[in-house]
């Protein structure tokens, strides 16, 4: 069975440019999260989507944005690129939104800003 | 404040040498506590999920129990390929069913 696939790999961008990241879920699994991981703050929780909408949102500015497509892949999107969103952004993936059920990270999208 | 601390950062082991992490939280009305592990450029891998005090799984060489304030990942044995960085994660009260907090981690290295 795959696992979660996140796109792309790695990503090199400059200050005020905006970058979009693709995940696409496990097969069946309806809800997609999003998480920055950097050095300093660890793993924060950016937004979660499930059958389409927004359930639940971080504390991050209107900056980042995402979406989820009808057959459950998401995009986050961040615009106006600052240095320090440099980080590791991971996308998870779990069969329901029901708070028992696991989440299954892919292998994130590493976005560095200059 | 909610909070979840993670204890030591890091920790280097002889292989076999067995021994304990630690992650201590501070919330009302925890709804779920989860042990993930992560290896250097890779997403979390999922381990554990628990949800209540006295409650315990094991997999392997890694065995996860919880009290009502912390939760201890006990590794027997370890081997080399054990090493990684260990995550535990709280679904907190307030929050969305799936925003999972994180405390910082422990560093675990095992020496052959």
């Known amino acids: ?114 | 404040e909610d909070q979840v601390t993670q204890s030591p950062e890091a920790l280097r082991l002889q292989e076999g040498e067995s021994s304990s992490l630690n992650c201590s939280y501070t919330v009302s009305g925890l709804r779920g506590l989860f042990w993930y592990r992560q290896d250097p450029g890779k997403g979390p891998e999922f381990l554990f999920t628990l949800y209540s005090a006295g409650e315990e799984k094991e997999k392997e060489r890694l065995k996860a129990t919880l009290t009502k304030k912390e939760s201890f990942l006990h590794i027997t044995a370890p081997k080399p390929e054990d090493s990684a960085t260990y995550l535990c994660a709280v679904l907190l009260p307030d929050t969305g069913r799936r925003a999972l907090t994180f405390g910082s981690g422990t560093r675990l290295q095992v020496q052959p």
């Open chain 1, 1 to 114: 069975k795959a696992g979660v696939t996140q796109t792309p790999r790695y990503l090199i961008k400059t200050r005020g440019q905006q970058v979009t990241l693709s995940c696409s879920p496990i097969s069946g699994h309806r809800s997609v999260s999003w998480y920055q991981q950097t050095p300093g703050q660890g793993l924060q929780f950016l937004f979660e989507y499930f059958s389409e909408t927004q359930r639940n949102k971080g504390n991050f500015p209107g900056r980042f944005s995402g979406r989820q497509f009808s057959n459950s892949r998401s995009e986050m999107n961040v615009s106006t690129l600052e240095l320090g969103d440099s980080a590791l952004y991971l996308c998870a993936s779990s069969r329901s939104s029901g708070s028992s059920d696991e989440q299954f990270f892919g292998p994130g999208t590493r976005l560095t800003v200059l």
